[in-house]
């Protein structure tokens, strides 16, 4: 019995810290990094092609693509077609 107290005990002083933790969140991270690259690439901040990869890198299969492109231009390039294939 004892052991099942200490067991309980145990996962509440856990998720006690868990809950004052700062939690991960690995998609807006990732989200994040992308967007850093779209930048990082040349597209400002407010600009039409800043605003694409706002709207579609928020889908896991955009990001998905637009990771695997490994020159900025492919990228830029493939954020403009992408923003047109979406809007037809």
Request: hydrophobic content about 35%; cysteine-free.
């Amino acid at each position: 019995m004892k052991r099942l107290v200490d067991a309980y005990q145990k996962k509440v002083e856990s998720s006690n810290n868990s809950a004052t933790s700062k939690p991960v969140d690995s998609v807006r991270e990732e989200i994040a990094n992308m967007m850093d690259q779209v930048v990082m690439d040349g597209a400002e901040e407010g600009s039409d092609g800043h605003y694409y990869a706002t709207q579609l890198l928020i889908k896991k299969e955009y990001r998905d693509m637009f990771i695997t492109f490994k020159t900025s231009n492919g990228r830029l390039n493939w954020l403009r077609r992408a923003w047109k294939d979406n809007k037809k």
